[in-house]
């Protein structure tokens, strides 16, 4: 029997094989459930037939980039297999040099939308393992809180929650930091700069300075800012490095590039941000108030299809604005009944469904997607069978309006889902939240149920 390594390697060692091998490899990359390529010729690849490999639980093309859904810690192996064996090769022959060019031309231009909201994501998916730590921990020092569960803990080890307080909320005291690193990385800047912009930002000494009559806010504008920050520092840098003599380069390019775009920061771009910021948190909590069912359906409802387009991505920073403003993210709850819904869906094709493969790919799936991870349901499942991805996204348009209705709310960001988000849920909702999961389950089996599916006979 081949071993979780030696599966591995064979599923690199084909999707190398039915992309067209590695001299048609011009980007190659992971996130947390999907291997991501792009590539010089689409003509030499075998779409077909690596959607057939075991192993490979969905496809998606977004842009220029293919999708290779693979499950959560799979596609980082896969990856670094696939990496492994063109070690020490030329990805790219010089003779298609002139058409990685064109196919890296067509893809900056061709979607100009996606590629912006490609770097935002950038920016933010490293963060996740650490907001996912952050928010389990918070949600265990919740339940050591509560004397029904802990006891007297809570009282009788003060140290032990407080460390664990420490360990929990350490993400959020650097968050600017590591936004403004990510950032510059992304915009193609020096990263320790980028550090630097958003440590300026952050600073508890601009709390002691008066400008134009009114103190300065440490902080203002969270991520928002930073972004905009690094994004102007990393412009001016690539400016400077064109027109700087090379012997006075070095030296001359992160002064002038501190002092005025720190100055800028300060005086325009804090403040843009801070308003923007404000205007973001406000607008999102007012309308989840004011709204209540009908905005979290809408919510719940078409947050998939944003996920399809890839324009889910442009909710990150809002997730993180939530969290730095109210210390709680009403949002992430809604947007998690759209997977949930996919469960329910999922298992009404598992119940009416003969054939025996698709009854095996939604037993691999369903226990990812009951904990958050819901893309091997949405594009192995659901989504290919048409009717069923629409019974989802209502199920969780049910959802979505009861935990709104409820105001159910987390500690995190985003990066946590499904069932395990109920750790991170805030104190007196927790069982409004499992509740809302169960009905969402039930509403997304209803609805598939009724609306029926066309069975694949292969």
Known sequence: MATAMDKTQILATQILQRVGG??????????????????????????????????????????????????????????????????????????DAISRNKAQA????????????????????????????SGLIM????????????????????????????????????????????????????????????????SPALAQITLFGEALQPGRGGVIAVLFVVALMCWLEKRLRQCLPESVELILNPLITTLVTATLAIVILQPLGGVISDAIAHGVNMAIDKGGLVVGALLAGFFLPLVLSGLHQGLVPIHVELIQAHGSNPLLPILAMAGVGQVGAAIAVYMKTRNPRLKKVIKGAL????????????????????????GACLGGAVGGALICYWKVATVITFGISGLPLALTIVSGKVMLYLAGILITVIAGFIFTWMMGFNDPEE
């Open 22 to 95: 590695e001299g048609n490899i011009s980007k190659l990359e992971n996130c947390m459930t999907r291997v991501r390529v792009e590539v010089i010729d689409e003509q030499q690849m075998d779409l077909a037939g690596i959607q057939t490999l075991t192993g490979i639980k969905g496809y998606i093309k977004q842009g220029e980039q293919h999708q290779f859904i693979v499950g959560p810690g799979a596609a980082a192996k896969v990856v670094d297999a696939m990496r492994a064996q063109l070690a020490g090769r030329e990805n790219t022959p010089p003779s």
């Open 106 to 133: 067509k893809a900056k231009y061709s979607a100009p939308m996606s590629g912006a909201l490609r770097q935002l994501a950038d920016v933010f998916i490293p963060l996740i393992p650490a907001f996912i730590a």
């Open 139 to 202: 949600g265990i020092i919740n339940l050591l809180k509560r004397p029904d569960i802990a006891g007297s803990l809570a009282l009788d080890y003060p140290n032990i929650l407080g460390l664990l307080a420490i360990f929990g909320g350490a993400v959020f005291a650097i968050m600017n930091i590591l936004v403004g690193v990510n950032a510059a990385r992304v915009f193609g800047g020096s990263q320790a700069m980028g550090g630097v912009m958003a440590g300026i930002l952050s």
């Open 367 to 390: 226990p990812v997607g009951i904990l958050g991870i819901g893309e091997p349901l949405i594009f192995g499942v659901t989504l290919p069978l048409g009717r069923p991805f629409i």
